[in-house]
Structure formats: structure tokens, C-alpha cells
């Protein structure tokens, strides 16, 4: 390996693994994280952090927390980040509460709050379903329909 070699990781999802009488179920995420929109390359981990960074200097542009039901110490949140550097980008992510408030984990930049809303909806889901819960929470849109 020369120093014009790359080494590029594929990232894995993790599993919520729930044990029960009839044995053990795992729950994959329900992405590959981060989700990014279609036309943008991956995020190396300095853009990662920085749009983490972000969204706890601007906590008045969180748009959205959702608990989870896994983690009691733990928020799915959605962030619209409307300073001149991030132009309105929108970025959900994964809040702790543990210690030091902050964004952990992103899970998805959007280009509208619906999108990194849907993402956040559906690691809840993910929960929700680990859970053994027989509902899931939807995203509606102004004129009613689901987002899907």
C-alpha cells in the first residue's frame, strides 16, 4: 500500500437484540447512517462533526425530540440550522443525555425538515418495534397524505 491508496470503511448498521421465550430477535437500524441526500457524496468524519457541533450551538433550531424507547437517555431530534453557514440544512440526530447534553450520533443530513423528520420517525419505529409495540408513528403532510 503506497500513500496514493485510500482505505474507505463501509459502515454496518446495529441491532437492538431482544431476548424472549421463543429465543432472540435482532432489529437491524433501519439505515445505514448517515443518510445523505441522493446527489451528495459520503461525509467524511470532520463534516460529521461539524454539522454535530451545529446542532448543539444552535439549540433553538431543534424542530422536533423524540424519546426513545430503548435508551431513556437518549432523543432522535431534528435540527433546522438557519445560520448563514448552513443555509437551512436540515440534520437529524441522536441526542444523550448522559453526562454531557449533546448530539452524538448523526443520522441523516436533509435538504427539508420532512425528510431528516422521516429518518428520525423511523429509528423511533425501530424502537417501537424492538419494543414488541404494534404501532408506528407517520409523518403527514400539509394536505394530509402520509410522506410516503
Not at 459502515?11 to 433501519?30: C, D, K, L, M
Not at 443520522?107 to 420532512?114: F, G, I, M, Q, S
Amino acid at each position: 500500500m503506497n500513500n496514493q491508496d485510500a482505505i474507505r470503511l463501509r459502515r454496518t448498521r446495529s441491532a437492538r437484540v431482544v431476548e424472549h421465550r421463543q429465543g432472540v430477535t435482532a432489529y437491524p437500524e433501519p439505515y445505514r447512517t448517515p443518510v445523505l441526500p441522493d446527489s451528495w457524496g459520503p461525509l467524511d468524519a470532520a463534516d460529521e462533526v461539524s454539522v454535530l457541533l451545529a446542532c448543539d450551538e444552535l439549540p433553538d433550531d431543534c424542530r422536533l425530540r423524540l424519546r426513545s424507547l430503548w435508551d431513556p437517555e437518549c432523543e432522535f431530534r431534528v435540527y433546522c440550522l438557519k445560520s448563514d453557514a448552513w443555509r437551512g440544512i436540515c440534520a437529524a440526530t441522536m441526542f444523550t443525555r448522559d453526562g454531557a447534553l449533546r448530539n452524538t450520533r448523526l443520522l441523516a443530513v436533509a435538504l427539508t425538515p420532512d425528510a431528516a423528520a422521516r429518518v428520525a420517525l423511523d429509528f423511533l419505529n425501530w424502537d417501537l418495534e424492538a419494543d414488541g409495540s404494534p404501532w408506528r408513528l407517520d409523518l403527514l403532510t400539509e394536505a394530509g397524505a402520509t410522506d410516503r
